[in-house]
C-alpha cells in the first residue's frame, strides 16, 4: 500500500516510471509505465460486479464488459478534455495531465493558493459537466441506433458518462466536487 491507493491511484506516483507523449493544446500528456493495466482492470471490475446478475449468460457477461471497458476508456479521455477546455476558458490550464492506470491527474505546478475561486471552480467543472453533456448526447441518438455494436457501445457511454458527471459532484477527497463544494463554499462566504 502507498499514499496514493486512497485516491484510486493503483501505481506509486513517487517510485513508477513515467513516459511523457507530448503537449495537446500546451498541456503536457504523461503516462505511467503502468497505465495498459486499465482496461484489463476496468473489464475484470465490470466482470466480477456483473456476476450479481444471474440472468446473464457467460457470452453476455463478457460482452458487456468489453462494451463497459471501451466506454471507459472513451468518457476518460473526454473527462480530461473538459479539463482543459474550462483550463483554457478560464485562462489557467493544467501543466500536466498525468493517465494512471485507473485514472487520471490533473497537475498544476506552483503556488495554486493564491489562484481565483472562480478559476479553481471553472477548472474543476469542466470534466463532470462535459460527461453530463455527452451523457446526454448518448441518450438523445440512442433510438436512432440500429442494434449492435454501436447500439451496446452508446448504452455504455451513457451510464459511464453519467455517473463520471454526476459523480464528479460528489465531495470526496481528489475528486472534482471536493474542489468544486470547496470553491463554492468561499464564494458564498465571501458575500
Same mark, same amino acid.
Given at each position: 500500500m502507498h499514499k496514493y491507493n486512497k485516491f484510486f491511484i493503483f501505481e506509486n506516483l513517487d517510485t513508477v516510471r513515467k513516459i511523457s507523449l507530448g503537449k495537446f493544446w500546451g498541456v503536457e500528456i504523461v503516462i505511467t509505465s503502468l /497505465?495498459?493495466?486499465?482496461?484489463?482492470? *476496468?473489464?475484470? =471490475?465490470?466482470? /466480477? =460486479?456483473?456476476? =450479481?446478475? *444471474?440472468?446473464? @449468460?457467460?457470452?453476455?457477461?463478457?460482452?458487456?464488459s468489453f462494451y463497459f471497458t471501451i466506454a471507459v476508456e472513451i468518457t476518460t479521455? %473526454?473527462?480530461?478534455? $473538459?479539463? +482543459?477546455i474550462s483550463g483554457k476558458i478560464v485562462k489557467s490550464p493544467m501543466d500536466e495531465l498525468l493517465i494512471t492506470a485507473l485514472r487520471? /491527474?490533473?497537475?498544476?505546478? $506552483?503556488?495554486?493558493?493564491? &489562484?481565483?475561486?472562480? @478559476?479553481?471552480? $471553472?477548472?474543476?467543472l469542466g470534466g463532470p459537466v !462535459?460527461? !453530463? &453533456?455527452? $451523457? /446526454? +448526447?448518448? %441518450?438523445? !441518438?440512442?433510438?436512432? &441506433?440500429?442494434s449492435g455494436f454501436w447500439s451496446n457501445l452508446n448504452a455504455s457511454m451513457i451510464s459511464v458518462n453519467l455517473f463520471f458527471g454526476i459523480g464528479g459532484f460528489l465531495p470526496i477527497p481528489s475528486v472534482d466536487g471536493a474542489v468544486i463544494w470547496r470553491e463554492v463554499k468561499n464564494l458564498v462566504s465571501k458575500k
Open positions: /497505465v495498459w493495466l486499465g482496461p484489463f482492470l *476496468f473489464f475484470a =471490475l465490470h466482470f /466480477v =460486479l456483473n456476476l =450479481l446478475n *444471474f440472468n446473464l @449468460t457467460l457470452t453476455e457477461r463478457l460482452s458487456q479521455m %473526454i473527462h480530461a478534455l $473538459g479539463h +482543459i487520471d /491527474v490533473n497537475r498544476y505546478h $506552483g503556488d495554486q493558493s493564491q &489562484i481565483k475561486s472562480t @478559476t479553481h471552480l $471553472g477548472r474543476a !462535459i460527461n !453530463i &453533456i455527452v $451523457g /446526454v +448526447i448518448c %441518450i438523445f !441518438i440512442a433510438p436512432t &441506433i440500429p
